[in-house]
DNA sequence: AGCCGCTTGTGAATGCGTGCACAAAATCCG
DNA sequence: CGGATTTTGTGCACGCATTCACAAGCGGCT
């Protein structure tokens, strides 16, 4: 039975909670730091994983500019957020910092491109060569390298073979055969929405755990199969809210004001 | 000063308690229903909006399909969430629901797209004419209808004056002039990361009170302007995170399979 | 009319994330 | 070498969001 997409708040993963993960002799190999955060990774909530990647493009920053050390209060405004946020996201993955000094930039550079799994290469596939699908394929290996584009597909017989940003576009008939022999791990979904549902399950059909899904609709996957989904127009409605709403206090504020100096009193 | 980016969490506003938003005669058909959803807007939680939107858009699909009555159970599950969630969702924003039968399609439909301030409509400019930009401005007026794309710029000066989608392209200078003369509501960052501060200062300046930001950089703003992000590299890389949790999952069971049948016991 | 079954709306409980505040640690300096 | 200073790491409390569970309410059926 099909699944329903996860969104940023539902757990009820079959995971369960198998609080087990750990081998059984817990102090017994202490020697190294890492198979402590291999333990953690798995309790690393959402929004923090969020965070560090945004860290992650504020220290990349801040390396080119030459730091070598850089302090929770720092990156934490550079991040636009608070230090004790900062902190606290960081400790999830272990502790590389220095009391008194901070972080040293290129140490955690590492060490939250191991947690993010940013050391090896994800492959990734769009499907949907459209505006928004031809932006993303020549994006070209994605920002921050590391997510190289490895295969196009489209419905548009026009389209077949024709190279987009160096990669000749594919049918959309060829995706799980496709996906499967290059290993791709994420699939980006730019196709129109009639067409999403349908794509999303030959990726999946292709071995795609990830999918990165563009097109405004809810999709309907199995429960090993991570969504994270973009839209525009749903982004655009909640700034539409924050409008309605400033206008409303506005409004109320105004109406307030003018109750008041009809009292006679001062704003 | 210049306040940080909110993003979708902190909602440490001055939104002050008001805990009873008052329960008068529920049935008494008060002419109007406006006056006390206004006063409920205030109180909507920001990850409501987003689902409200949801709920929107599969609402108008299942309009299209001639269907007049929908039961919270259906429509939470075409949505992606559980019927309680939804029901609370829609109980922020008033109750249209007939008990024992369900809510009417189209009054909901209206009464979203009043909380969400779509019955006017916001005037959008997109900055920044490249791969994305270019996307953006042909999607016309964008998804659901509401968001007319209504001025474009870019720095190139070999674009100034081409029409995209139908819109000649302004020079960045004009920003300030052009979305205040035309009231743009909300603006859309498309440019390179470099650009992207100057950009967003220019449209605050103009009065844009709603930023959507596509570039990878952190925005400064001034605390009555809403920004929001979308983010392509840190999407891939959350889902990274996944692959990698999974991966290292799917090894620390096999492992564990592997000492288990070695020891002799049944997996 | 009155009962029955269905579905909404919501109080209450639970869980999660955020922010505070402080102890622990490390460096610097006298 | 010891104290002052700085900054990390984290226990704790608070508040928001999600989920549960059930009473209230409505339509249909007898």
Known sequence: MARVQRDGGDDAEPTAELPAVRDQGPSAVNGRKVPMAADKVRSIPEAAVARLAVYLRVLSGMAEQGAVTVSSEELATAAGVNSAKLRKDLSYIGTYGTRGV??????????????????RQQKVAVVGIGNLGHALANYGGFPGRGFPVEALFDVDPDLIGIPVGGLPVNHIEDIP??????KIAIGVIATPPAAAQAVCDRLVE???????NFAPVVLQVPGHVEVRKVDLAIELQILS???ARNAEQRVSRRTAAARASSNGEVV
């Open 177 to 182: 055969d496709i996906c499967a022999t290059r």
């Open 206 to 212: 292709g071995g795609v755990h990830c999918v990165l």
């Open 241 to 243: 809210f924050h409008v």
């Open 102 to 119: 901070g972080y040293e930039v290129d140490v955690l550079t590492v060490e939250i491109e191991r947690v993010l799994g940013l050391t």
